[in-house]
């Protein structure tokens, strides 16, 4: 597939809501292809896409497509082979992060019943480690120069954006469970 045909699919697939789009067998085959065929076109050109040292670094702001990509491999989606070089390797990290926090089974049978919200949820388990990423790093630049009041402010934003983050993956974990709660009923 030609990058800007590749590019175009990807786009589309992001206006079209890509949870949905990749919540059917059809959607993740034109998915998975598209990543491929960008993945190796930026890598042709010497870019890493996704973007993950950026993101991790801070000089780089994930746009939604680049944490759609990460998500659906997280979650199994789409495949770390999807991707090229150190991307290919987050995507094996990302994959486990999931299972980190305790939720894989619950994570990978709830894409029978609930794509949708294992696609949000991966998504935000994919925000909050970059975040969190980025936060050590402001950390240990503060530390470094020895700015306490910088690091106080940082020490709390830590504590907030790890508390919202917890907020957010329990209740999305919640309708998860829930929905496959209703299928086994069913």
Known sequence: MPIAQAEAAL????????????????????????VRAVAKARAAEGAEWPNLRGMLDGAHTPDALETTVLAAVAAGVASPSDLQGEARAAGRLFT???????????LRNGLRAACVEVMALHRTLVRASVDMKR???AIER??????????????????EDHERFRRELELGVARIKAKLDAANAA
């Open 142 to 159: 503060a530390e470094q120069r020895g700015d306490r009041a910088r690091l106080a402010r940082l020490a709390r934003d830590a504590h």
């Open 11 to 34: 786009a589309r697939l992001g206006r079209l809501g890509a949870e949905d789009a990749l919540c059917t067998p059809e959607g993740r085959t034109q998915f998975r292809a598209a």
């Open 96 to 106: 486990l992060a999931a299972f980190l926090h305790g939720q894989g089974d619950t």
């Open 135 to 137: 936060m050590e790093r």
